[in-house]
């Protein structure tokens, strides 16, 4: 499995250029746009169910059919004819999810299919987003808004977006979890901020 950093080179880490810089709220948010396409484009998948003349060849050396091998499948940029709306400054919370006992213990919140391409991927470069679709894991960073003190910032090798069983994807926040004391049922919400190239996150409801 190899490893992607969504930013250039500092030091000996590759990490994003703005993670150093203070945290400021959606609403006045001043911080200089990452190198993400200055376009917003919808993504999908295109599936390929035909050969290339080096697949035929070698199905036909292996006496097998077309049938039986598997449908190649990319990540695509489509035309967005109903783009997302202005995020609400008051509640700027894309996805939300009741936590279950999965995201807590193995400290990997997994999102579903659609809420990744309309709210995270919609986002994201098409490189990056086959990056994911394919197997590797792209570092990232996330923004905690749940503490009383002021956000917190996390960006280190636990904090990563990946591919997930099945038709899901994963976010690492083990160390969410951790300081934030996260337990089952409790609600999160969480969204992709495009001026920061971050992830903001926050302990929305606690579980009774």
Request: hydrophobic share 35%; with cysteine.
């Amino acid at each position: 499995m190899k490893k992607y950093f969504l930013g250039k080179k500092s030091h000996n880490y590759q990490i994003w250029p703005l993670f150093n810089y203070k945290y400021h709220p959606p609403e006045c948010n001043s911080l200089t746009p990452l190198p993400f396409p200055s376009g917003v484009m919808k993504k999908t998948f295109f599936y390929n169910f035909f050969l290339t003349k080096a697949e035929e060849e070698e199905a036909a050396k292996a006496g097998s059919s077309s049938a039986n091998l598997p449908v190649r499948r990319e990540v695509i940029e489509i035309r967005d004819f109903y783009p997302p709306s202005e995020p609400d400054p008051a509640n700027p919370w894309r996805i939300k999810k009741v936590v279950n006992n999965t995201d807590v213990l193995t400290g990997k919140l997994v999102l579903m299919h659609n809420d990744v391409f309309e709210h995270i991927f919609r986002f994201w470069s098409l490189e990056i987003c086959n990056q994911v679709v394919n197997g590797n894991k792209v570092y990232v960073a996330v923004w905690d808004l749940t503490p009383e003190g002021g956000p917190v910032q996390y960006q280190n090798e636990s904090i990563y977006f990946g591919k997930g069983p099945r038709e899901t994807y994963i976010l690492g926040w083990l160390d969410v979890v951790r300081n934030d004391r996260v337990r089952p049922r409790d609600e999160v919400g969480l969204y992709w901020d495009q001026k920061s190239g971050t992830f903001h996150m926050k302990i929305l409801r606690r579980a009774v």
